[in-house]
């Protein structure tokens, strides 16, 4: 195979990993360090890093046939497109990618609704529970381009996230480290422990009504489940996180109760995106209002202050 441009940039063990459906990875990297994947016809490290123009020769891999339906063809709502980005408002309730007892995700959607597109990769995640702005590359230097903004900070990520409880703070930091595990029947989960990840959250006071607070989370960093697990250490889950949550409100936001209307979700948003356009260098600033679910659930609530 002749690498081009789409696949320039990439480890060599990533784009195994992508040509060779159904492989497990320790299969991949057994044959990568047995030196059976050749690059310009010589023995490479797994952590290479391809070049337009390299050769690279694959071995026959073997597998066994597994059967899968196909994704369906979606087009998501889209905030902003061109010949590099593309950028949905992802509904709550849809996985970016398949896995873990998902079959196929956002990207998979996205993908058989564009069979001629060459390339097309997440930029970054959201939770399947969470809605709003959900990035997309269709180049692979504008992907490389991204993450390199994410990594030094240069992407302005803001969410909304409505918590139950008597928040106080304006303007508040939650620096806590956040350590990733697997639950005996597979679940990923999220905790707080000294020696996990850094981890820092910005959360701004925008309304508070009598018994709940509407938040602003600002990202500092970008752990998996971070604002949720951040709010849930801090006393203040999510409404509707069936995860991190207070269980037994949950159930009673999802029928109307005193004070409350009816939320049958988790109130997070992605709301807000700023950076800086890979290909132009101009800014790009959106806005994905708050779904429709939500909105109506804070008009249920009593009359909030509001906060600059």
Request: glycine share 8%; proline share 6%; with cysteine.
């Amino acid at each position: 195979m002749t690498i081009g441009p789409d696949e320039a940039g990439q480890r060599i063990d990533n784009f195994l990993i992508k040509i060779c459906k159904g492989v497990p990875k320790s299969h991949i990297y057994q044959v990568l360090r047995s030196g059976q994947v050749r690059v310009n016809k010589g023995r490479i490290a797994q952590s290479y890093r391809l070049v337009e123009g390299d050769t690279v020769r694959v071995p026959p891999i073997r597998v066994a046939e597994r059967v899968t339906s196909p994704a369906p063809a979606v087009e998501f709502d889209s905030l902003f497109e061109d010949e590099h980005l593309l950028i949905i408002n992802k509904p709550s309730g849809v996985a970016v990618h398949g896995g873990s007892g998902v079959s196929h995700g956002v990207i998979e959607q996205v993908r058989a609704a564009r069979p001629q597109a060459k390339f097309l990769e997440l930029v970054h995640r959201l939770d399947r529970e969470t809605s709003g702005i959900l990035l997309l590359a269709k180049k692979r230097a504008a992907l490389v381009a991204m993450h390199e903004q994410i990594r030094h900070g240069r992407v302005d990520k803001r969410y909304l996230a409505l918590v139950h409880g008597p928040w106080t703070h304006r303007r508040q930091h939650v620096k806590l480290p956040l350590f990733k595990y697997t639950t005996p029947d597979g679940e990923r989960r999220v905790r707080v422990q000294s020696d996990g990840q850094p981890a820092h959250t910005i959360f701004n006071l925008l309304r508070k009504y009598s018994d709940f607070a509407l938040l602003e989370a600002e990202l500092k960093t970008g752990r998996t489940h971070q604002i949720r697990v951040h709010l849930a250490a801090s006393g203040f889950p999510i409404v509707g996180d069936e995860k991190y949550g207070d269980f037994a409100f949950n159930r009673q936001c999802q029928r109307s109760g005193a004070g409350h209307g009816v939320l049958k979700r988790m109130f997070l948003h992605a709301w807000r995106l700023r950076f800086e356009h890979p290909a132009t260098h101009c800014e790009v600033s959106l806005e994905s209002p708050l779904p429709s679910a939500c909105e109506r659930f804070l008009e249920s609530l009593q009359t909030p202050h509001e906060f600059d």
